[in-house]
């Protein structure tokens, strides 16, 4: 009980407290999900697409096709290629 209200408390001070609080909402409200960790050399086309976003000004971008800095991470993952970690 303490924990729960402790790590209550920090997420509400945190600059993305609202997020983690809708967040926290959406998965009370559909129990069968939940979040896990996944490495970024695991999930290569998220991380290379997060990058892209983070370098421009767009605030939404819609792509009729992946872009081509992530066709070789596709490519990979289509083949079931594994990577170390670094």
């Not at 896990?36 to 999930?43: I, K, M, W, Y």
Request: with cysteine; net charge negative; hydrophobic share 50%.
């Amino acid at each position: 009980m303490i924990k729960s209200l402790w790590v209550s408390l920090l997420a509400s001070l945190h600059s993305f407290g609202n997020i983690i609080a809708d967040i926290r909402h959406l998965l009370a409200t559909h129990p069968g999900y939940r979040i896990s960790h996944v490495f970024r050399e695991a999930n290569q086309c998220a991380d290379v697409m997060a990058k892209m976003g983070s370098c421009n000004d767009i605030r939404l971008c819609i792509w009729e096709e992946p872009p081509r800095e992530v066709a070789l991470s596709l490519l990979a993952d289509a083949l079931s290629v594994s990577f170390l970690r670094e």
